[in-house]
């Protein structure tokens, strides 16, 4: 059971990864026109550095006792809190557009975010499993818990990253409410808190004024402010339902900005239409129906936790990115996991499915289930079986049940 959970959740990653080797491709070759001294293939290039370099640390860490991570998220979240600290230093962090969000190291870009986002997770995780008993206490489970999440989140909002601020919040909380947080006092936190925050990032920053503004009305600069969520959207209707063909994408040429990482998406729907776009979307849900399946019979609760914020982030940030593309929320730079051009969030995402392939190794068998059932009827209560013996009854239900 566990080999075949493990088959079809890899097998879902190289699907989204394929189908992003050719549309970065298909998407970037063009930046480089017929006759220039610059390499056509540089983006490519780079992406299947990066994707190789991924692929490299995912198989060593689904070989890894995932446990091993546990004791390594203090210095995880150390070292995250270190790198984020430095883009906001100048002369270190590397400015771009108004944000500081890039630290450079001989000539290669490094977004400390990304990392962030594979460190936080670890640490909810191993949060919420050390204090499971004081989850449900504001003062000794709530609060810890909204210090720590809060730091990375306020250190990103500074770059200034208002949305990869929000994604940090949203999936380790995810996390933290799966290991016992209560849902109520997150709530109230929330309501008084978000919109502050809101508000302080609406009036101190202009460009999400901007955002908002294009957001309510795209038609109202549409070769200004409101182009690329324009563009965007017309790449989406020319698709049509079997799409232009692949390489066949009008938007690509210079009309849509960010055309192979944050707006990718929009270039696939064209180029492959409503099948090629439908198809994408169920490899995501498929991904995270499998990775609820793993987080569900791991072996622990650690293991549960893991598996559930890294396929609840990449279900997250997929939906954000689809409903930007699609002008259903106001424009952020995020990218499509697995699919959009990009160097260490291809390379933490690779990481993070490392992870959860070394849970899905280590997952409860029916086999093992059926035997801890009956050692415990027979009264051979072990420390094993007490751990794992309500997931055992769970997941000899879903096996009699199928």
């Not at 979240?77 to 002369?91: A, C, K």
């Not at 995501?284 to 396929?311: E, K, P, Y």
Request: with cysteine; net charge positive.
């Amino acid at each position: 059971m566990s080999k075949s959970l493990r088959n079809a959740y890899l097998l879902n990653v190289l699907a989204l990864l394929g189908i992003g080797v050719v549309m970065v491709f298909s998407s970037s070759a063009i930046r480089v026109l017929p006759g220039m001294e610059a390499d056509p293939f540089v983006f490519i290039k780079r992406h299947l550095m990066f994707l190789g370099l991924g692929l490299a640390a995912m198989a060593v860490l689904a070989r890894v006792d995932y446990a091993i991570w546990q004791k390594l998220a203090k210095p995880l979240y150390l070292l995250g809190l270190v790198l984020l600290v430095l883009t906001l230093i100048p002369g270190i962090g590397t400015e771009y557009n108004g944000a500081r969000r890039w630290l450079r190291f001989g000539g290669i870009g490094f977004q400390p975010s990304d990392f962030a986002k594979f460190a936080l997770l670890v640490a909810a995780a191993t949060y919420a499993s050390v204090r499971k008993d004081e989850l449900g206490s504001i003062r000794r489970g709530f609060i810890p818990a909204c210090i720590f999440v809060g730091i990375y989140a306020v250190l990103t909002m500074a770059q200034p990253d208002f949305g990869t601020s929000l994604f940090l919040a949203a999936s380790s909380f995810l996390v933290l409410i799966c290991g016992g947080l209560r849902m109520r006092h997150l709530v109230l936190v929330g309501a008084l808190m978000l919109p502050v925050a809101s508000l302080v990032m609406y009036s101190k920053f202009e460009h999400v004024q901007t955002r908002i503004m294009v957001f309510l009305n795209p038609q109202a600069d549409p070769r200004g402010k409101g182009h690329q969520v324009n563009q965007s959207l017309i790449a989406i209707g020319a698709g049509g339902m079997e799409g232009q063909g692949l390489g066949n994408s009008t938007q690509k040429l210079y009309y849509l900005p960010e055309q192979e990482t944050d707006f990718i998406f929009a270039v696939l729907a064209e180029e492959t239409g409503f099948v090629g776009s439908v198809v994408t979307l169920a490899l995501f849900a498929s991904l995270m129906l499998i990775g609820v399946q793993v987080a569900r019979r791991a072996r622990d609760r650690f293991g549960t936790l893991v598996a559930t914020g890294f396929t609840g982030a990449v279900g997250l940030q997929a939906a954000i990115n689809v409903a930007v593309v699609t002008a259903s929320v106001p424009t952020k730079g995020i990218g499509l996991p697995f699919i959009s051009f990009g160097g260490s969030a291809c390379f933490f995402y690779l990481c993070g499915v490392g992870l959860v392939l070394s849970v899905a190794r280590r997952c409860v068998s029916a086999e093992q289930a059926e035997q801890l059932i009956r050692s415990e009827a027979q009264g051979a209560r072990t420390a094993q079986s007490a751990h794992l013996s309500a997931r055992a009854r769970r997941l000899v239900a879903g096996v009699s049940g199928a």
